[in-house]
């Protein structure tokens, strides 16, 4: 297939070059998609729900853009592998308070820490730019995960059963679409990303709990020396 470059001659490569190219396609044009219909959709939210949207559009369409940049800096091209639109279709057609949920306080928040490994496992194999680069897509992802429970605590009213109702529609969206997240981990549970992204104390007790009991479907991640990398660059951010 012409669609295939040199990066079939060394086997990792292929993997980050495909890890890229799911990002780019998969997740980050999906999001922009996502949050936009949010705002056209939901006319009725404050104006601040659409800053924040809008936020996370410029934000998805930097990390789009730079995902693509480096997929061809390592030899690879958009088209070469077959892409999903499950993210989009999970939340599609949902109230707005379980398209939150799906997108930002649940998938965003898997994405968090799927950023964070991938980051340290890139700099294990020696990649150091792509490691940056999921590390920075890392932090713009707390932040996002920090605008779902937001509006759905917003919606909810200070109602923590109906932000209990809406995170179970969304597992049960996604359990609808092959997407478990029931036992173990995806990733490794990183608890300061969680208290970021704007989840309560008695949240994260629960999500510790299955870590502790479970553990993670990937593992050898070493959370406190991620952390210390994030602080130093949140603090560079201002």
Not at 33 to 52: K, N, T, Y
Not at 119 to 140: C, K, P
Not at 189 to 198: H, S, V
Request: with cysteine; glycine share 8%.
């Amino acid at each position: 297939d012409s669609r295939f470059t040199d990066a079939t001659a060394n086997p990792n490569l292929v993997e980050i070059v495909k890890l890229l190219h799911v990002f780019f396609t998969d997740l980050e044009l999906a999001t922009i998609e996502s949050c936009g219909r949010l705002i056209i959709e939901f006319p009725a939210m404050p104006w601040e729900f659409v800053v924040d949207m809008a936020r996370q559009c410029w934000d998805e369409a930097r990390h789009a853009e730079a995902f693509r940049t480096r997929l061809v800096q390592l030899g690879g091209r958009l088209g070469t592998y077959l892409t999903s639109h499950t993210l989009w279709e999970m939340a599609s057609g949902e109230p707005i308070e379980v398209r939150l949920a799906v997108q930002q306080r649940v998938g965003e928040w898997i994405g968090v820490d799927g950023a964070i490994w991938q980051a340290q496992q890139l700099r294990f194999g020696g990649d150091e730019i792509t490691s940056e680069l999921f590390e920075f897509v890392a932090l713009d992802e707390i932040t996002h995960v920090a605008f779902g429970n937001k509006w759905i605590r917003y919606l909810a009213a200070g109602n923590e059963s109906k932000v209990k109702l809406a995170h179970d529609l969304a597992i049960q969206k996604r359990l609808e679409y092959g997407k478990s997240v029931a036992g173990p981990l995806t990733f490794p549970y990183n608890d300061w990303a969680c208290e970021r992204g704007g989840f309560t104390e008695s949240e994260r007790d629960e999500l510790r709990s299955r870590f502790i009991e479970f553990g993670s479907d990937f593992h050898n991640s070493d959370s406190d020396a991620m952390r210390g990398i994030a602080d130093k660059r949140l603090a560079s951010r201002g």
